[in-house]
Nanobody, 122 residues
């Protein structure tokens, strides 16, 4: 059974940094595409960053240049480094695993974490 456990969320001031972690079990993060989604109140869940099994990364335009997705294969953990955060980054962030090794999107996502709240104050 796949389990994705997020940690690292919290309250941060605008312009600050935060690192989210996603510890995985029941799945090998280097074998599957992995990603981070977020959902703000009243908005749809959106994919903000993805990483393929080969290590190729992609980002939503809204976070490009500020967020970095990475993984530690030895720890079977995926990270989201958030820098220069903005108030509009406030959301619940979810770690996700794809059925595919090559891409992640809403249709390919097979497993979700429970989510971690990130709140950015002005």
């Amino acid at each position: 059974q796949v389990q994705l456990v997020e940690s690292g969320g919290g309250l941060v001031q605008a312009g600050g940094s935060l690192r989210l972690s996603c510890a995985a079990s029941g799945i090998i993060v280097s074998n599957n595409a992995m990603g981070w989604y977020r959902q703000a109140p009243g908005k749809q869940r959106e994919l903000v960053a993805g990483i393929t099994s080969g290590g190729t990364t992609n980002y939503a335009d809204s976070v490009k240049g500020r967020f970095t997705i990475s993984r530690d294969n030895a720890k079977n953990t995926v990270y989201l480094q958030m820098q220069n955060v903005k108030t509009e980054d406030t959301a619940v962030y979810y770690c996700a695993a794809s059925r595919s090794s090559y891409y992640i999107n809403t249709g390919s996502t097979s497993d979700w974490g429970q989510g971690t709240q990130v709140t950015v104050s002005s």
